[in-house]
């Protein structure tokens, strides 16, 4: 059910990404987010499913979303 829920969680987190000041709402989208590509990938793996490359696709795609989010946190900041 929580994997069923992060192509909207990814909608509201990239609608946030518009204005700077909503870091912590960004943050806790982003490990909503997470954890529900890390239930998809249990549910395949105690159901015995195989995912098909349109998963990993896809999984990639969010990874790279939230991967600006992780990377403006350890940029070094020029004052």
Request: glycine share 10%; charged share 10%.
């Amino acid at each position: 059910m929580l994997s069923g829920i992060v192509n909207p969680l990814l909608l509201v987190y990239l609608v946030f990404c518009l204005w700077p000041k909503f870091v912590r709402i960004r943050a806790g989208l982003a490990v909503a987010i997470l954890i529900g590509l890390v239930s998809t990938w249990s549910f395949f793996y105690l159901s015995h499913f195989l995912p098909a490359i349109g998963h990993f696709l896809w999984a990639a795609g969010i990874l790279v979303i939230l991967g600006g989010e992780l990377a403006g946190r350890f940029e070094k900041r020029v004052t």
